[in-house]
């Protein structure tokens, strides 16, 4: 009897260990959580946004940067908007800026980039007189983006991107000709395939009125595998002409790999 009470006793200290240890080793096996983005305290620091975008900020531009730069002298201070992804997310969201701040589109590249991917990364600089409007046009920039990323859809394959605003300003103009004042939007498709097919449908869907086409070796781009159609005219049409691109080209880009298709954040159009 007593060896039976004994045996009890040293089973139910080993079932208890044995509960303690599984946590334990579970945890040892989680793997390690992916480290937060490190904090910066640089002044010229604005902030961070999706498609690895950074804003920045310079006080007072270094006059020898003005002359190599070829920036007016009157802007004392330039915001800065660089991001590996996503070029045309970019130039809307910077249109956006330029017409809620009191500052001016100064340069817009598109660097062939994308992380590897088929199209572009971006590089624009906002000039101002005043430091704050600077900085000001770069955090309007940076929230835009989760927007205007909303029609971004991206596979292993290629991707497809779709802008429209109901009044183009002066960042659009710079970046692609856009009317001042008049509904714009773009389609971009890569491989170059899908957005010459996309392109011909947005041309056939609706009355637009073509402002430009941009292909691999042509009208503007760095050799990127996309094609990019530009097209203005009533709002409705230019709606409706993206809206029909859109459906084709998901349509296509799926048979490529066999990935779902889906936005980036949120579709705004």
């Given at each position: 009897m007593k060896d039976d009470l004994v045996e009890k006793l040293m089973d139910e200290v080993m079932r208890k260990m044995g509960s303690t240890e599984a946590p334990a080793a579970a945890a040892a096996e989680k793997p390690a959580a992916k480290a937060a983005p490190k904090a910066c305290t640089l002044t010229e620091f604005v902030g961070t946004a999706i498609g690895h975008t950074v804003g920045l900020v310079i006080a007072n531009v270094d006059p020898l940067l003005h002359e190599k730069m070829n920036i007016d002298r009157k802007y004392r201070s330039i915001g800065i908007v660089g991001a590996r992804t996503g070029a045309g997310p970019h130039i809307f969201a910077a249109d956006e800026a330029v017409k809620a701040t009191n500052s001016e589109v100064v340069l817009i590249e598109l660097p062939r980039d994308t992380e590897g991917g088929g199209g572009h990364g971006s590089l624009i600089l906002f000039g101002a007189e005043d430091v704050s409007d600077a900085r000001r046009a770069v955090e309007v920039t940076l929230s835009e983006l989760n927007r205007t990323f909303g029609d971004v859809y991206g596979t292993p394959a290629g991707h497809l991107e779709f802008q429209?605003?109901?009044?183009?300003?002066?960042?659009?103009?710079?970046?692609?000709?856009?009317?001042?004042?008049?509904?714009?939007?773009?389609?971009?498709?890569?491989?170059?395939?899908?957005?010459?097919?996309?392109?011909?449908?947005?041309?056939?869907?609706?009355?637009?009125?073509?402002?430009?086409?941009?292909?691999?070796?042509?009208?503007?781009?760095?050799?990127?595998?996309e094609v990019i159609f530009m097209f203005t005219g009533d709002s409705g049409a230019v709606r409706q002409a993206i809206i029909a691109a859109r459906e084709v080209?998901?349509?296509?880009?799926?048979?490529?790999?066999?990935?779902e298709i889906v936005s980036s954040t949120k579709p705004y159009i």
């Open positions: 429209y605003t109901a009044r183009a300003s002066h960042a659009l103009h710079k970046a692609f000709g856009a009317p001042l004042g008049q509904a714009f939007g773009i389609t971009v498709g890569a491989p170059a395939a899908i957005g010459v097919l996309m392109a011909d449908t947005a041309a056939k869907a609706a009355t637009v009125v073509p402002v430009g086409y941009a292909s691999p070796g042509n009208g503007g781009t760095s050799h990127s595998n080209g998901k349509q296509v880009l799926s048979t490529l790999d066999g990935a």
